[in-house]
């Protein structure tokens, strides 16, 4: 029996949200096309996005390259480390995701095993195509990212982005110049990122091309008090911390103020994000009763981070899905990078106050220095510039090597000094958006089915902001006049910037229901009283309720519908 998937995936290819990509050749798994309305719902997710990050927070938006060297992805941990444990059936050759494989076991978090581990449950597991039992097999590494050449003839090894956060690492220095050298800011990026999944069967769930909308927020690392908390301090959201997954008990819903308070999220930081993602998801048009945000357990957190937490929205095929991961990154992708290009990635912070310190200074004698150790003569005085004098003498370490320096080669000063402020590492907030699973969720959650007059009405509920078209006219009849003041009014509704679509093919009714299904959220009908007084019909499409009102006033106030400045019912209009 077809369940809400089949619904909403049939009703997504026939109206033009999402088709399979190259259908013509037997498509690719992994890959899909947007077309004309996926693609505008896409823009206005994306849009909506931006006014959260880059318009409120005030993080601008940058755009690198998808292709990259290879030296970004060994700094960054992915050349070595971005890999999906994998097995190959033995009888139909197909590969897997071991972990995906071993859940049929009933684990639930088979992707924090070890591959042997993995190896022992496979042995009670089935082929998920063939379905002939797996018994003992491998279970090995595979990188996810996509490798190409760089130039023609080129050596020069290239990978397709896994992740649109690391243009944004790489371009921390001039990013740092542009936000005039202060802590915090933050960067934005939307983008596509790519992985070769193992074997993706998931619908738009699991790409092997997606769209990514990352922010890096960079921040004191002492620093974990937000400055504008107040904001979402009492908002509240349904978190499922380490202790509830231990004791399998639901997510419990909390203010941000008592999270932080109760040490369940680390900082404040990531506290303002998860609720700020809670606000976006539901904004976008996600049930707030299907949203839950998930800590990562000890097993699947990276070494690194202090705190994660993902968006997780239940969807009915797919179960739980993660959507956005937020994450407390600390200095690790700065420091990578740091180590791997030798530029500095700090940032001088300056004291409330100039301190006065005492400092001891090692001041070398170069006429002994230089013709008693030569070439290393530099690099010892560098070293000794920094160095703790001892009572007989100085070590320091120069090219591996511990050298002691005589005391005599140097001189002791004692100083005063007047110190501004320090060179701190900054420390990474990162909030990662899936789009193309939120858009899954977003066409689940909001499709919907009801009963009019013995018919199946089929309505996209979508949030009049996102929905791909805003409006729609339609003349009563196709003649005496009333198609050219549809056109008309047509045509002012999309000069004042209203995606609008003319429709006068076929029974109103009919057309009433085209506009339901793609989720047009305001229908206007120009019939013979308009040719008389120049009122219209404006429908709702979810309440169905019908308003007249003048044609010269539909521009402003489907513009106000669509913002959300107002309701119909602000409009103190009574339905006809
Ligand atoms: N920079 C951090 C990062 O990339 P991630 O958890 O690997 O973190 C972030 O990815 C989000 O990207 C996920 O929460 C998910 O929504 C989305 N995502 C990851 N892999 C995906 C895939 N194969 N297909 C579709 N979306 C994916």
Redesign the pocket.
């Given at each position: 029996m077809a369940d809400i998937y089949d619904n909403v995936m049939e009703l997504a290819k026939r109206r033009g949200f999402v088709w399979p990509s190259a259908e013509i050749y037997g498509s690719v798994a992994g890959f899909i096309d947007y077309g004309p309305l996926g693609a505008m719902l896409k823009r206005k997710i994306e849009d909506l996005w931006r006014n959260f990050y880059v318009v409120r927070e005030g993080f601008y938006e940058i755009e690198c390259p998808t292709l990259g060297p290879e030296a970004i992805y060994r700094a960054s941990g992915h050349l070595s480390g971005f890999a999906d444990l994998m097995c190959q059936c033995p009888h139909c050759q197909e590969f897997f995701r071991a972990d995906h494989v071993a859940e049929q076991t009933g684990l639930e978090n088979a992707d924090a095993l070890l591959a042997a581990e993995l190896e022992a449950c496979l042995k009670d597991c089935v082929c998920p195509s063939c379905e002939e039992p797996l018994g003992e097999i491998a279970v090995f590494d595979f990188n996810l990212m996509f490798q190409t050449t760089i130039g023609p003839g080129s050596k020069r090894t290239g990978y397709l982005r896994?992740?649109t956060?690391q243009g944004i690492f790489t371009d921390f220095g001039r990013l740092l110049r542009f936000y005039r050298d202060k802590l915090p800011f933050g960067a934005t990026q939307i983008g596509k990122?790519y992985?070769n999944?193992i074997s993706?069967r998931q619908g738009m769930?699991?790409?092997?091309e997606?769209t990514?909308a990352?922010a890096e927020i960079f921040i004191h690392p002492e620093e974990k008090n937000h400055p504008n908390f107040a904001r979402y301090s009492g908002y509240m959201v349904p978190l499922r911390g380490i202790a509830e997954q231990e004791s399998g008990a639901e997510a419990e819903g909390m203010t941000m103020r008592e999270a932080v308070d109760a040490g369940i999220v680390a900082n404040e930081y990531v506290a303002y994000y998860i609720a700020l993602t809670h606000d976006f998801l539901v904004s976008a048009g996600v049930n707030p009763e299907k949203v839950r945000f998930r800590q990562h357990l000890p097993t699947e957190c990276a070494h690194y981070a202090t705190d994660c937490w993902?968006a997780e929205v239940f969807s009915e095929r797919f179960g739980w899905i993660?959507?956005?991961?937020i994450?407390d990154r600390t200095d690790y992708d700065l420091r990578s990078h740091s180590a791997e290009s030798g530029d500095a990635f700090t940032v001088f912070v300056p004291y409330d106050e100039v301190q006065v310190i005492e400092r001891t200074r090692i001041i070398p004698h170069m006429g002994k220095i230089g013709p008693m150790y030569r070439g290393k003569a530099k690099p010892i005085a560098d070293a000794l510039a920094t160095a703790v004098p001892g009572e007989d003498g100085t070590e320091v370490v120069v090219d591996g090597e511990t050298i002691l320096i005589p005391a005599d080669f140097y001189e002791v000063r004692e100083e005063t000094v007047e110190v501004r402020g320090e060179e701190v590492m900054p420390h990474v907030i990162?909030p990662?958006?899936?789009i193309?699973?939120i858009i899954y969720c977003v066409l689940e959650h909001r499709y919907d089915e009801e009963d009019v007059d013995g018919e199946v009405r089929r309505v996209m509920r979508f949030p009049p902001r996102v929905a791909p078209v805003q409006a729609a006219v339609f003349p009563l009849v196709n003649k005496d006049g009333l198609d050219t003041i549809a056109q008309e009014i047509t045509q002012s509704l999309q000069q004042a910037g209203i995606l609008t679509q003319y429709d006068d093919n076929g029974a109103i009714g009919r057309r009433y229901r085209r506009q339901d299904e793609i989720g047009t959220p305001y229908m206007i009908t120009v019939d013979y009283e308009t040719s008389e007084d120049g009122t219209v019909t404006l429908r709702d499409r979810d309440s169905m309720q019908q308003i007249r009102i003048d044609k010269e006033d539909l521009a402003v106030i489907v513009h106000r519908l669509v913002s959300g400045a107002c309701s119909l019912d602000d409009l103190g209009i009574s339905s006809s």
């Open positions: 896994p992740e956060a990122s992985r999944e993706p769930i699991r790409l092997r997606f990514q990352e993902d993660e959507t956005v991961g994450a990162e990662s958006y899936g193309d699973r």
